[in-house]
């Protein structure tokens, strides 16, 4: 099983970016996915995460700011950020539970988000 990450890049203070993550391999269902970020010298923190039936929970940081959605027959996962803040930069990961119920957590291989002012 792979994830791959893709849309990070370099937005200005207030703009919007659009994450994207496929999941690949052999898979028969998938659990929660989400979106986990680390800026330099600090920890991994959830920013969003979405269950397989599109449940969905925020960071408080980016409530009202970014939107988690999943694509369930694609096996993909996006993150819509808007009103991107210089705060919001860090490596972004995506995480999948697969195959659902199980405690196995896939990880993708980081999208670099860089917010600058």
């Known amino acids: 099983v792979q994830l791959q990450a893709s849309g990070g890049g370099l937005v200005q203070a207030g703009g919007s970016l659009r994450l994207s993550c496929a999941a690949s391999?052999?898979?028969?269902?998938?659990?929660?996915m989400g979106w986990y970020r680390q800026a330099p010298g600090k920890q991994r923190e959830l920013v969003a995460a979405?269950?397989?039936?599109?449940?969905?929970n925020y960071a408080d940081s980016v409530k009202g700011r970014f939107t988690i959605s999943r694509d369930n027959a694609k096996n993909t996962v996006s993150l819509q950020m808007d009103s991107l803040k210089p705060e919001d930069t860090a490596v972004y990961y995506c995480n999948a539970q697969i195959p659902y119920g199980s405690s196995r957590h896939y990880w993708g291989q980081g999208t670099q988000v860089t917010v600058s002012s």
């Open positions: 979405i269950t397989s039936g599109g449940s969905t």
């Open positions: 391999g052999s898979i028969f269902s998938i659990g929660a």
